[in-house]
């Protein structure tokens, strides 16, 4: 009894769940103008893309800047070294960036 009731709901929800998915689908005819605007849209994101790799692959790798500093003649000198004592004030990701660049 229990399962003829189940197959009765199941069938009476399958024509209004099959209604909803057409509603839901239909736009009404503007969905050569929304494709227009997601194209335009994945055209920027594409444009943004490649100005940030532009940024990204004009900085030199850390391999160019060891040879340029070599190229250069610099020498190590330790008296420019950040000093161990002072790891306590870099408590932030910012900070520590920061001291790692230093």
Known sequence: MKLLALKFRISALMPILALA????????????????????????????????????????????????????????NPQFLNKVENLANYTTNRSMALNLGV
């Open 21 to 76: 998915f057409v509603m839901y689908n239909c736009d009404g005819g503007n969905n050569v103008e929304q494709q227009i605007d997601e194209n335009m849209e994945d055209q920027e994101v594409v444009d943004e893309f490649n100005k940030a790799k532009q940024v990204f692959y004009s900085l030199p790798s850390p391999i160019e800047t060891a040879m340029l500093l070599k190229r250069a003649g610099a020498k190590f």
